[in-house]
């Protein structure tokens, strides 16, 4: 599986929202979740947002109600729609596979930076 995280990030004011996009090929068929983590001064990675393929979402506390993941089967690809950003949002955000197998994959990480 690969996954290739276009367009949506960049800088924004407090406020502001951001689109981010990530389209998965490959053995797509047995992928069950997508999803996106972000990494912060490079701590720790934490998952953020994430879709099955029956559109099932989970979302973190500090992101719930801001943020809509969603999926576009027919193109394979995985949306992250960020409203309301904070600068604690400020991060490196990275798109997720999980297989049916356990295995996760990653895709390249996107600079997202929330200006106060």
């Known amino acids: 599986v690969q996954l290739q995280a276009s367009g949506g990030g960049g800088l924004v004011q407090a406020g502001g929202s951001l689109r981010l996009s990530c389209a998965a090929s490959g053995s797509i068929g047995s992928i069950t979740r997508m999803g996106w983590y972000r990494q912060v001064l490079r701590k720790q990675y934490d998952s953020i947002a994430s879709i099955t393929t029956n559109n099932s979402t989970l979302y973190a506390d500090s992101v719930k109600g801001r943020f809509t993941i969603s999926r576009d089967n027919a193109k394979n690809t995985v949306f992250l729609q960020m409203n309301s950003l904070k600068p604690e949002d400020t991060a490196v955000y990275y798109c997720?596979?999980?297989?049916?197998?356990?295995?996760?994959?990653w895709g390249q990480g996107t600079q997202v930076t929330v200006s106060s």
């Open positions: 997720t596979a999980r297989l049916l197998t356990g295995r996760t994959y």
